[in-house]
């Protein structure tokens, strides 16, 4: 084809087939594919209730006595993120009892999770109590000491009447501006899961969230508990350089 036939803003090379066997041809296959899904993982405790009866109380008086960990953009967001009152920890303190009821459960949601041989390294560790509008600005989890693969957040106390969810946000939401999505692809640059006090979640990374203002909710605080890990072994392949 040269320039001289070119006589509209769509062109096509003329071929043998009919306009009427092209539209059979395309309704006969669903011509609308999806590439590179980012996969999360989502489950949920049964004895969500005792976990609740056992920390909640312990956590809400504790994290009263926490300061905003230094470079968050948070307005005051009560988390264990810096580091639990010294001789009050949950996590990695000399009293492990609380460590060893969370460990058992957040290991069992791993295991279900991962579908061959694996061995992780859980460097951090921590919760976040949400009681008068708190929020959290975007971030993500690629930091820390060694890097993280996964992050994991377990919605302890969680009503979504009330509380807001995490909200995801596509990774290459910059790179899409460069191109333009139809309206049938359905597509934002945010996403929301549909949590349920109990529910626990893991997703790489990468992925950033953030937390939205919420009402006041003083009688029924929103707290999770979050962890990143590292993978140092899955299917006899090491990643612990």
């Given at each position: 084809m040269s320039s001289k036939d070119i006589k509209g803003p769509i062109n096509f090379i003329k071929n043998d087939t009919s306009n009427k066997t092209l539209l059979e041809i395309s309704k006969s296959v669903d011509f609308v594919c999806?590439?590179?899904?980012?996969?999360?993982?989502?489950?949920?405790?049964?004895?969500?209730?005792?976990?609740?009866?056992?920390?909640?109380?312990?956590?809400?008086?504790?994290?009263?006595?926490?300061e905003i960990p230094e470079g968050w953009f948070t307005n005051k967001l009560m988390t264990s993120f810096?580091?639990?009152?010294?001789?009050?920890?949950?996590?990695?303190?000399?009293?492990?009892?609380?460590?060893?009821?969370?460990e058992k459960r957040y290991g069992a949601c791993i295991n279900a999770i991962f579908d061959?041989?694996?061995?992780?390294?859980?460097?951090?560790?921590?919760?976040n109590v949400y009681m008068n509008g708190e929020w959290q600005?975007?971030?993500?989890?690629?930091?820390?000491?060694?890097g993280s693969h996964y992050s994991c957040i377990h919605f302890l106390s969680f009503d979504p009447k009330i509380h807001?969810?995490?909200?995801?946000?596509?990774?290459l939401s910059q790179l899409r501006n460069l191109s333009v999505e139809l309206d049938r692809n359905n597509y934002a640059h945010t996403?929301?899961?549909?949590?349920?006090?109990?529910?626990?979640?893991?997703?790489?990374?990468y992925l950033s969230h953030s937390v939205k203002p919420?009402?006041?909710?003083?009688?029924?605080?929103r707290?999770?508990?979050?962890?990143?890990?590292?993978?140092?072994d899955y299917q006899g392949e090491m990643y612990n350089d």
């Open positions: 999806k590439v590179f899904p980012i996969t999360y993982y989502h489950l949920s405790m049964t004895d969500n209730d005792k976990l609740k009866d056992l920390l909640i109380d312990k956590i809400v008086a504790d994290a009263k006595n926490l810096d580091g639990e009152p010294r001789g009050k920890e949950i996590f990695f303190g000399e009293d492990d009892t609380y460590q060893k009821v969370l061959a041989p694996y061995k992780i390294d859980i460097d951090e560790i921590w919760y600005e975007e971030h993500d989890h690629v930091g820390g000491p060694h807001q969810p995490v909200e995801f946000r596509d990774p996403w929301y899961p549909e949590l349920k006090e109990g529910d626990f979640i893991m997703f790489p990374s919420g009402k006041p909710t003083p009688d029924y605080p707290i999770t508990i979050a962890f990143n890990f590292r993978v140092l």
